[in-house]
């Protein structure tokens, strides 16, 4: 054991000569640390570790770590836990859904906007209502990130949906009237293809060798299906909020003479800085579960634990302060007991609660591409016209390659990306004239935009900046409306169109019908 480290401490000084130096000549006195594993060391960590609960204080507990461990057991021994419901407020209702949707086969392949490709996709929906004789009340309906197609319950699938009491004969989206298309986005893991899907090439899932999706790329395999499913050409509104807000945009941006109105709910015209942010933030703490092992979890222990932590982090954006100052105030959850480290308040207490559920509910690979679609979306006339650009050569390569006259490219960098740190390449003025310029293809479609003044997570002068572009570029031509809920209306922040149903569908429901 001496020779060992004597070798490494002569390793250590003729490796970093000019440290040793910068040592000595500072007074400082250098002595190398290297650690080892025997079994005396081990032992005494032992006793050091059973010292401590005899010291001035007793060891903290930690039940919810006790927990995780636990659930790594179940998942190992394949045992999965239902986990507790949230009853002490409202909640969306985001099932896992595995039936009751139907199926669109598209054998072609889809070309996407970051120069990726594939070969053929599969895309879940369900409908609602009866499309009329002349199939001109159509409604896509658009989701949220972590949403699946079942928006309401049906017969193949008697689950409460997440807009339950939105849709339906007589509601805000009156099925009497309209016949509701509700899909699964393309990149999701509720029925359409996604990371978690095969890939026919090498009959293996996707894993993080599916290749980065957008916004825009969603609503095109959302028309491939409208038009080859139901021979609609033209629908009568696109309808999303969160995420869905951005898709019902970028519908009327690719489509604008295909959907006679958009209806955009706390979404945005292109993400920003802040967003971009805290959803990045979820993405590192998921990657850096060691079970998410690059993607390639299939099979395996899945990231629970990342999912668990990017959930609550997610959970925080979505709700408001206001709100969760009247659920839980300062309560803890057991007055009795003393304070810990595990979660202790009642809103600690939820957001443990909120990961818990959610963690084995939806694929963290689908979590990571579909939240990267929210950050790369962007309406601008400069973003646009790149993306464009890159799948057309996709195309193009996709085709030489299929003739045997060439070889697609690869789209991962050969050497790592550079993290660099530097300010704005334009000035935010700039960025709005080119946001303008980018939404003049809208300039004569109907659109109705709603924000909502306690959200943290798309706040509301995102949604007037969409309806100011939007006002300016089409100059009276077109129906633009704008609703916003104040904090005197709703404190439920980004999740208020999962909570204030009436708030929300007036609004809606007059647009529709006007």
Known sequence: MLTRI??????????????????????LNFKPFVATASANS????????????????????????DKLERKNKQLSLGILKQANTLDSGPEPAYNF???????????????????GHLPEYEIAYETWGKLNSTKSNLIILQTGLSASSHAKSHRHNTKKGWWENFIGPGLY????????????????????TGPSSIDPSINEQYATRFPIITINDMVRAQRELIRD??????????????????????????????????????????????????????????MSDPNWN???????????????????????????????????????????KPPALCPDFLVETYLDHAGEKFCLEYDANSWLYVSKAMDLFDLGYENRIKANTTREQAEERYMRSKNHLAQSSSLVPRKPYSEKISRASITPEDALQDLKQGMKKMSNLDVLVIGVESDILFPVWQQREIANVLRDNSQGRAQIEYHELGNDVSNYGHDTFLLSLNDI?????????V
């Open 6 to 27: 004597s070798n490494q401490s002569s390793l250590i000084h003729r490796k970093f000569p000019r440290l040793l130096k910068f040592f000595s000549t500072s007074g």
């Open 42 to 65: 081990i032992a005494s960590t032992a006793t050091t570790t059973s010292t401590a609960r005899n010291g001035s204080n007793p060891q903290l507990t930690f039940p919810c770590l």
């Open 97 to 115: 859904e595995q039936t009751g949707f139907q199926l669109y086969r598209s054998g072609k392949p889809i070309f996407l906007d970051n120069g």
């Open 173 to 192: 989206i009156d099925t009497n009237k309209y016949f509701v298309v509700c899909t699964n986005v393309l990149g999701g893991c509720y029925g359409s």
């Open 229 to 286: 499913v139901f021979g609609v050409h033209k629908v009568h509104a696109a309808v999303g909020a969160s995420m869905g807000g951005m898709q019902s945009l970028a519908y009327g941006w690719e489509f604008p003479d295909e959907v006679e109105k958009v209806i955009s709910i706390s979404g945005c015209s292109r993400s920003h800085p802040y967003s971009i942010a805290l959803r990045h933030t979820q993405r590192q703490v998921l």
């Open 294 to 336: 690059r993607g390639f979890y299939y099979g395996k222990i899945p990231p629970h634990v990342g999912m668990k932590l990017a959930r609550e982090i997610a959970t925080v954006t979505y709700r408001s302060g206001p709100e969760w100052e009247y659920r839980f105030g300062r309560n803890r959850a057991d007055e009795s």
């Open 505 to 513: 569908g007036k609004p809606v429901k007059k647009f529709l019908e």
